[in-house]
C-alpha cells in the first residue's frame, strides 16, 4: 500500500502520517519527488487494510493505493524513482553506465592482475571474478576461494576498481562481503532463500542474477527477499534463460530490460556472456543491451581466453573488450547515456 501526498503537503504533514502507521506496527519508506511524497507501507495485510480507512481521512493526503503485485518493495509504483547503486566510486542505475568486467573464475595472482589492468585500462568501472565458482561438473575448476578473494582485493588495491565476486551459500556471504564491494548471487542461487536473506543482512550491495528458468515475477519476488531485510542496494541481472536453440548457450531475453525497468525501480544489469556463451556474439549483445536501456553489463574478460580454466570460450580477450568500450560509446550517446 501507498499513501500518495498532496502536492502541497508540509513536512509535520508527512510526520503525522508515518507516526500513524509506525503506531500500528508498519513500516515505511518515503519518496521525495518534485511535486509530492509518497509514502511506501511494508507490513501484515490486515492491519494495513484497518489502518487505510483512517489515513485516507488524514491531513494532507490524496489518496492511498493498494499495490496489486506481489512484490512490494522492488515495485516502481512503491518507489517512483530510479534506485542508484553505489558501488565503490561508481553508481549503477544513473547516467552513466558501468561496465563490470574481467574472468569468469579468478585463476592466478597473475591472471587477475592482466585482467584487472586490462579492463580498467579499457575503462571498465568494476572488476568482476569468481572466487566460489557454481560449476556444472563436480570435475570441473571449483575456484581458489579465500585465496581468489584476497587476489580481488589485491587487485583493487592496484586499480582502484571495487569489486564484484559470487556466494554460493548463506555461509559465504559474510566472507564475500568482507572482501567485496557487491555480493554476486548466481543464477542456480536465484531462489535460494536462505541465502537471499542472508544477502539482504549483509551491509553491501546484491548482484542477483536472473535464474535460467526464472519468470520476471519470480526474479523480482527473490529481490524482495533482499530488501525486506534492510538492503535496498540490489541490481537484477538478465543472464540468459533456456531457450531450444543450439547457436547459443542461453538465450538471452533483452525485452526483460524494458519489462522490469517499467516493474521496478531497481538497476538492470545484462551479461551477455553467460547469456550467449560464446565470444563473437558477446559485443552485438553488449550494444544491443545498452541501446535497450540497461544500467549495466557483466562481461567476462580473459587475458588468455583459449586457456582459460572456466568459461574460455565466451570470454573476450582485452583487445576484444578494449574495442567492445569503444563502439559501446556512441550506441551510449545516442541515447543520452554515457560509460
Ligand atoms: C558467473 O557470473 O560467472 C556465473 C557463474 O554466472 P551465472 O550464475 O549467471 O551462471
Ligand atoms: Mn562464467
Redesign the pocket.
Known sequence: MIVVMEPGAGEEQVQAVVDRIKAAGLNTHISVGVSRTVIGVVGDDRTKHVLRESLERTPGVERVVAILQPFKLVSREFIPLDTTVAVGPAAVGGARIAVMAGP??VESREQIIAAADGVKAAGAAVL?G?AF???TSPYSFQGLEEEGLRLLAEARERTGLPVVT?AMDASQVELVARYADVV??????MQNYVLLREAGRAKRPVLL??G?SATLEELLLAAEYILNEGNYQVML?E??IRGFNGHTRYTLDLSAVPVLKRLTHLPVVV?P??GTGKWRYVAPMALAAVAAGADGL?I?VHPDPANAL??GPQSLSVENFAALMASLRPVAAAIGREL
Open positions: 569468469c573464475s568482476r569468481g565458482k557454481p560449476r559470487e554476486q548471487i548466481g543464477a542456480r542461487n542474477k536472473r535460467p541481472c543472464r540468459g551479461d556472456s553467460h557483466l567476462e572456466s568459461d
